[in-house]
């Protein structure tokens, strides 16, 4: 088990595959609340 923890999560290609998952994250969320804002500031 250890073996796959070192091999698989804790890889730089994971960590890297990650960050651009979690880049893309943020920027969905901020255009929600951004969005979100917006509206209720229109209506």
Do not use: A, F, P
């Amino acid at each position: 088990m250890s073996r796959v923890v070192t091999s698989e999560v804790l890889s730089m290609q994971s960590h890297c595959w990650l960050q651009d998952k979690r880049m893309e994250e943020v920027e969905h969320l901020t255009r929600y609340v951004y969005n979100l804002c917006n509206y209720s500031n229109d209506h």
